[in-house]
């Protein structure tokens, strides 16, 4: 028997979740091996938050394309549907709402002339900071204030990769496959 057929749907949304924090931990490796240096002169921070947000979408598309690709199979327990995607992008999403929500709350809070004032609100922070971090170069962060553009890239980024994921999946779409096309030169005979 093969392992998908055991999979479910609350599998699916609980792999989903942990694909996007695996992505961050993707990025996250990357900023704190290779880029932190770089992290102050401005134009590099955003050229490097926009390869991890790129990073990111790639990852969360490529497991809802995997998904749907499964879901197709007759010998799994999982049906697809047109929706899918986007209810795993929007449960992402909502995780992304939630940590902005809280961290919103906690400056209001727990921030004092611009620091943070008590333990719990300082960890937080650095949870929020590692979770977000693909969109670091972008947020404008200070004083518990960050761009408006980076919180709605945060919301719409999960979404948008893994319902194109998704739907790409169950066309049979391949992008690697369409790319090789372009790229592949056919030998002189």
């Not at 921030?111 to 947020?139: E, H, K, L, Q, R």
Request: net charge positive; no cysteine; hydrophobic share 50%.
């Amino acid at each position: 028997m093969r392992e998908s057929t055991l999979w479910t749907t609350k599998y699916q949304f609980v792999n989903m979740l942990l694909t996007s924090l695996k992505a961050t931990a993707i990025a996250f490796v990357f900023f704190a091996g290779a880029f932190y240096g770089f992290m102050d002169k401005h134009i590099v921070k955003e050229i490097l938050s926009v390869v991890f947000i790129t990073t990111y979408f790639g990852i969360v598309y490529s497991r809802a394309h995997k998904f749907a690709s499964l879901d197709k199979k007759e010998y799994t327990s999982t049906k697809p549907s047109l929706f899918k995607g986007f209810l795993f992008g929007t449960a992402i999403a909502l995780t992304y709402a939630v940590f902005l929500a809280v961290y919103a709350v906690m400056w209001k809070y727990a921030g004092a002339d611009g620091t943070i004032n008590s333990v719990p609100a300082w960890i937080y922070s650095i949870i929020f900071w590692f979770y977000t971090i693909p969109y670091s170069g972008i947020m404008g962060l200070a004083h518990g204030k960050m761009t408006l553009y980076s919180q709605a890239l945060m919301i719409a980024i999960p979404i948008l990769a893994s319902t194109l994921g998704y739907l790409a999946g169950l066309k049979g779409f391949v992008i690697m496959d369409k790319l090789s096309l372009a790229i592949y030169e056919k030998p002189d005979k």
